[in-house]
C-alpha cells in the first residue's frame, strides 16, 4: 500500500473519530438541559440560586418574631428558594420606610400602621399576621382596684400620645377624667405611683417588673374591642406585583417557621439572642409563653397560621375613622391579601 494511500485513511479515521467524539458530547449535553436544576432543599446547594430577600423587624429581635428566625434557622426559606437576611429594628429604625425605599423587601407592623402608611402614600401590603391580636396591654399594680376599661377614670395612665388603641379605648369607655401622661420608655414614674397605669406588651413588662419584686394585673388591649392585628408581615404593591412567587415562598416558610416556633422555642431563642445580647433567654422564653394564644387560635387552626378577615380591616378602619387615627375611608381589600396563606 502507497504511502499516500495510507495517509488517507489515517485522515478517515481521525475524522470518524472526531464525528464521534461530537455526537457523544452533544447527546450528553442535551441530556443534562433535561436534568432539573438543583435548588435549595432538592438536594442542590448552590446559594447562587437563591433569591435574596431583607426582612426588617419592627424593633430589636425578638420572641414576638421568632417564626421568621424559626424559619430562618430551620432553613425553611432555603427550602423555597429564599437567601433570607433579617435586619433588626430599633428606635431610629422605620421599615415601613426602609421598605417603601426598596432597602428591605419586608417589614414587620401593625395593620393600623399600615393602613395610616397607605393613606399617605406609602403603597405598602400585610401579607401575614404573626399574631392575631395585639399583646399590648395597659398594667396596673394588683393592689389597685382595677378590674375594667371603665375603671381607668381617676387615674394616672402613661401611654404614648395619641395613639390609636388609646384613643379608642378612652372613647369608647368615656374615660374623661383621666391624667394622661407621656411614656417615655422608663417605668421608674409607674413604679412609684400606685394609682397609675402603663403601657406595655403581656410578653415583656410584667416579666421585668416581676424581676424587680413589681407585681402587677393588665388589662388587655384586644379585650376592648380594638381589632388590630399585630406582627404584620407585609411588603410594597410594587414588589408584590413583580415578585408574587418571592412573596408566596417568605410567606408560607414564615407559617412553618411559627409552627415551628410554637413548639421549639427554646431551641430557637438562643439564636435571637445573637440578635439582640442584651436580652435574656429567660425574658425571651416568657415572650414565648404568653404569644401563644396570639398566633394559634380556632380561626387560624382552621385556616392556617397569618390568616386575616377583611371583616377585621374593615372594623379596625371604622375604629379608627371614629377617633380620628384615619383621616378617610380607604379600600381595606388594597392594604392586605391573604392569597399566599398556606392552609394547615
Given amino acids: 500500500m502507497s504511502k499516500l494511500r495510507i495517509q488517507l485513511l489515517s485522515y478517515k479515521y481521525l475524522l470518524a473519530a472526531v464525528l464521534l467524539m461530537t455526537l457523544l458530547l452533544s447527546a450528553c449535553s442535551n441530556s443534562n438541559s433535561?436534568?432539573?436544576?438543583?435548588?435549595a432543599g432538592n438536594g442542590g446547594d448552590s446559594s447562587?440560586?437563591?433569591k435574596k430577600v431583607r426582612l426588617v423587624e419592627g424593633w430589636y429581635?425578638?420572641?414576638e418574631d421568632g417564626g421568621y428566625f424559626g424559619a430562618l434557622q430551620q432553613n425553611y426559606y432555603k427550602d423555597n428558594g429564599i437567601d433570607m437576611t433579617i435586619q433588626p429594628g430599633g428606635p431610629?429604625?422605620?421599615?415601613?420606610?426602609?421598605v417603601a425605599a426598596g432597602k428591605a423587601d419586608f417589614g414587620i407592623s401593625y395593620a393600623d400602621e399600615i393602613l395610616k402608611a397607605r393613606e399617605q402614600g406609602i403603597p405598602v401590603v400585610g401579607i401575614l399576621a404573626g399574631l392575631q391580636y395585639t399583646p399590648q396591654v395597659l398594667m396596673y399594680h394588683k393592689e389597685a382596684n382595677v378590674t375594667d376599661f371603665s375603671d381607668l377614670n381617676g387615674k394616672t395612665v402613661y401611654v404614648t400620645p395619641a395613639i390609636p388603641y388609646w384613643e379608642y379605648i378612652k372613647s369608647q369607655y368615656k374615660l374623661t377624667d383621666v391624667k394622661e401622661m407621656k411614656y417615655n420608655g422608663q417605668l421608674v414614674n409607674f413604679i412609684n405611683d400606685?394609682?397609675?397605669?402603663?403601657q406595655g406588651y403581656v410578653t415583656n413588662e410584667p416579666y421585668v417588673l416581676s424581676q424587680q419584686g413589681v407585681d402587677v394585673g393588665y388589662l388587655k388591649i384586644a379585650d376592648s374591642g380594638y381589632a388590630n392585628y399585630a406582627n404584620?408581615?407585609?411588603?410594597?404593591?410594587?414588589y408584590l406585583k413583580k415578585h408574587p412567587d418571592i412573596v408566596k415562598a417568605v410567606v408560607q416558610a414564615s407559617q412553618k417557621g411559627w409552627s415551628y416556633y410554637l413548639d421549639n422555642y427554646k431551641s430557637v431563642n438562643p439564636l435571637i439572642k445573637t440578635y439582640n445580647p442584651d436580652m435574656t433567654l429567660e425574658a425571651m422564653n416568657y415572650e414565648a409563653e404568653h404569644e401563644k394564644d396570639f398566633i394559634l387560635n380556632e380561626e387560624t387552626k382552621t385556616n392556617g397560621i397569618g390568616y386575616m378577615?377583611?371583616?377585621?380591616?374593615?372594623?379596625l378602619q371604622k375604629q379608627m375613622l371614629q377617633v380620628g387615627g384615619l383621616a378617610k375611608e380607604q379600600d381595606v381589600s388594597k392594604a392586605f391579601t391573604g392569597e399566599f396563606i398556606a392552609k394547615p
Fill in 34 to 39: 433535561n436534568a432539573p436544576a438543583a435548588t
Fill in 48 to 50: 447562587s440560586e437563591l
Fill in 61 to 63: 429581635a425578638k420572641g
Fill in 92 to 98: 431610629e429604625v422605620s421599615g415601613l420606610q426602609l
Fill in 194 to 198: 400606685p394609682n397609675s397605669l402603663n
Fill in 232 to 238: 404584620v408581615l407585609f411588603t410594597t404593591e410594587d
Fill in 309 to 315: 378577615t377583611k371583616e377585621r380591616w374593615d372594623t
